[in-house]
């Protein structure tokens, strides 16, 4: 099919990390869409009549919702700039797709981290600013029954400016010679950025719709995260610290946030990996550590 007949997807926040994999992912997972990227440079959407008129003008077929503002301590410094970006702008996206596909990438941090393997149908208590927008962002969505959202956890990637994902943070601290502080008592189910946008397109292009979760198959301690990631992150010897969240200070950050991905599973073409397992397949590989293998 010409790529100008194909439908066209938007995806928000493409400067960002899981944004960056759907875009260039698209050719091998979607190649029915025409994808296009959107950054904030290219599109400011706390502007409603510039979103407005951008998509009135692009009539985009459907809409991947990445674009927020994710770090919690940028959140709790500047409440009213979360709801603007994690909730204001999403409800008028929202508003704008209502009668086509629309899938929003959420967060974990809606839970408080007092249970663990939260599924679906599990109560939301967040306990910082980013989780409680990410939640009412999610209550908007999901009274139009042909919307979506994906709750992820913590993504592994590379990004254009390598300043997105965790792995990022770290490497960038070790190597201007700080130690990282890992709790042991603090838990993840990481996922490779790969993975997530390869989820995500099999869901749009399977036309589902609701409330899922995603993350990885293992529970892992921070602590054990930054072990497992040793032999790929040479800058990471001696540079980190065992340490426990009963010493945290600053943004509320849960305990755990583990995702079980029974539902998600059942609709996928692939099995869900751990991050040991997906590091232990990848050794002698030389493309991106992170990105889903061209089968």
């Not at 926040?13 to 875009?23: K, N, T, V």
């Not at 946008?197 to 399977?206: D, F, Q, S, V």
């Not at 980190?240 to 009963?246: A, D, F």
Request: hydrophobic share 40%.
């Amino acid at each position: 099919m010409p790529s100008e007949r194909k439908p066209l997807v938007w995806i928000t926040g493409a400067g960002g990390l899981i944004g960056r994999y759907l875009l260039q992912s698209a050719p091998r997972w979607a190649s029915d869409y025409r994808a296009q990227g959107l950054t904030r440079a290219e599109l400011d959407l706390t502007n409603p009549s510039a979103l407005a008129a951008a998509f009135e003008r692009q009539q985009p077929d459907v809409v991947i919702h990445c674009a927020a503002l994710s770090r919690t301590k940028d959140c709790e410094r500047d409440p009213d700039a979360a709801r603007r970006i994690n909730v204001d702008a999403t409800a008028q996206l929202a508003d704008l797709a209502r009668d086509r596909p629309f899938l929003f990438v959420s967060s974990a941090e809606v839970f408080d981290g007092g249970k663990g393997w939260y599924d679906e149908a599990d109560a939301p208590a967040p306990i910082n600013v980013y989780g409680a927008t990410k939640l009412a962002a999610e209550r908007i969505i999901l009274q139009n029954v042909g919307h979506t959202v994906v709750r992820i956890v913590l993504t592994a990637g590379t990004s254009l400016l390598h300043d997105r994902s965790f792995v990022e943070d770290m490497c960038r601290a070790a190597r201007a010679g700080s130690f990282l502080t890992l709790y042991a008592d603090e838990f993840r189910c990481p996922l490779p950025a790969g993975v997530i946008a390869r989820a995500i397109w099999e869901l749009i292009c399977g036309g589902r719709t609701g409330l899922y979760h995603l993350g990885g198959r293992e529970r892992l301690s921070r602590w054990e995260i930054g072990q497992l990631l040793l032999e790929w992150f040479p800058e990471l010897q001696g540079r980190l610290v065992k340490g426990s969240s009963r010493d945290h200070t600053g943004a509320p950050r849960p305990a755990d946030l583990s995702l079980s991905t029974t539902k998600i599973q059942h609709v996928l073409s692939f099995p869900i990996p751990g991050m040991q397992s997906w590091l232990g397949e990848r050794r002698g590989r030389g493309d991106d550590l992170w990105d889903y293998p061209v089968p």
